[in-house]
């Protein structure tokens, strides 16, 4: 049964950081302005959010079969509080610090439209602490830091990171991209002129 | 609301043209060659009908910008200005 939790937690800490580091890299990516190759525009803000409601069930199953497990001896403040661990308090309190990030990034997007653009942006840069502090915590504690699968798929996750950066600094804007910026109204098809400067509604 | 439909309003100072609303919603809006979405029905607040609105808010909330607001009026009943778009 300990060995059941403890083989559930490492698993599902592994499957958290990769789908973490899916949920950044299309993060990153969809800040290009320009669809990913082969999806529809949707796509990406669509897939960004579900992969990230998926990591946070799987962050509580990580966190959650530890928490039950006699060798972790985590105590649930363990879960909200970093570094108040007796296990490698350090290696510990950079996931806690992660887990409570995660926690609010997905809170405050679901409430998106409440918060309001700017408030809401300002938090989401804080994806850019959590996901090192995962990567961090999964290569620092653990049974399976160390081994060379774990590192693999680390470097892995930051490549995937790094060429999702990339794709979004490398590729032209598409504002002032091949097509030139935008003609001005006069120049646009008749039939397409509707447009009217306006602010948030009244 | 729902029963008579809405109205889409679209924040130009926040879009920036990203052109998802313009995929989700092709029976209202067209697409620019920027990225930047066009009313159909040739006014500054598209009219959304009933069995959209559900959608226009799909959309509403995906928007990366948070620049559509499904408003729950529909428009005025005659077009201010503008033509119409073909449906695509
Ligand atoms: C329900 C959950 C979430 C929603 C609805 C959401 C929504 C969004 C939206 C709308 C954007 C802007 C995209 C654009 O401008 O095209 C964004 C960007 C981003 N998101 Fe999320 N997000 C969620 C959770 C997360 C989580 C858990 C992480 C990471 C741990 C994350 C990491 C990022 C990153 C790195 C960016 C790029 C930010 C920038 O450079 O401006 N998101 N997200
Ligand atoms: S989805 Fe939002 S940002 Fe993108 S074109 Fe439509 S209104 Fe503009």
Redesign the interface.
């Known amino acids: 049964m300990n060995e059941a939790l403890w083989y559930t937690g490492r698993g599902a800490g592994l499957v958290t950081l990769v789908l973490l580091t899916v949920v950044v890299a299309l993060g990153v990516a969809s800040r290009a302005g320009r669809p990913l190759p082969g999806l529809p525009r949707f796509a990406t803000p669509v897939l960004h959010r579900n992969a990230s409601l998926l990591a946070v069930v799987l962050l509580g199953v990580h966190v959650g079969s530890l928490l039950f497990d006699p060798y972790a001896q985590l105590r649930l403040v363990d879960l909200m509080l970093p570094f108040a661990g007796a296990y490698r308090p350090l290696w510990l309190g950079l996931g806690t610090l992660a887990f409570d990030l995660v926690v609010a990034l997905v809170i405050t997007s679901l409430l998106r439209s409440r918060l309001g653009a700017t408030a809401w942006r300002r938090i989401h840069w804080a994806a850019y602490a959590a996901w090192p502090l995962a990567v961090l915590h999964g290569l620092g504690t653990g049974t399976d830091a160390g081994t060379a699968w774990l590192r693999a798929v680390t470097a892995v996750c930051v490549l995937t990171v790094a060429m999702a950066g990339a794709y979004r600094l490398l590729l032209p804007d598409p504002a002032t991209g091949p097509l030139g910026p935008p003609a001005p109204p006069g120049n646009r098809d008749p039939r397409l002129t509707p447009l009217t400067i306006s602010g948030p509604p009244r | 609301m729902s029963r008579r439909g809405a109205r889409l309003?679209?924040?130009?100072?926040?879009c920036?043209?990203?052109?998802?609303c313009s995929?989700?919603l092709t029976e209202i809006l067209?697409i620019?060659?920027?990225?930047?979405p066009?009313?159909r029905d040739?006014?500054?607040e598209p009219a959304v009908p009933r069995e959209l609105v559900a959608h226009a808010r799909r959309?509403?909330?995906?928007c990366?910008?948070?620049a559509l607001?499904v408003?729950p009026e529909p428009p005025p009943t005659r077009p201010q200005?503008?033509?119409?778009?073909p449906p695509s």
Do not use: N
């Open positions: 309003h679209i924040d130009w100072t926040a920036e043209g990203r052109g998802l995929e989700m067209a620019d060659d920027w990225g930047y066009l009313a040739g006014r500054p959309a509403e909330r995906l990366p910008r948070l607001r408003l200005g503008g033509s119409q778009l």
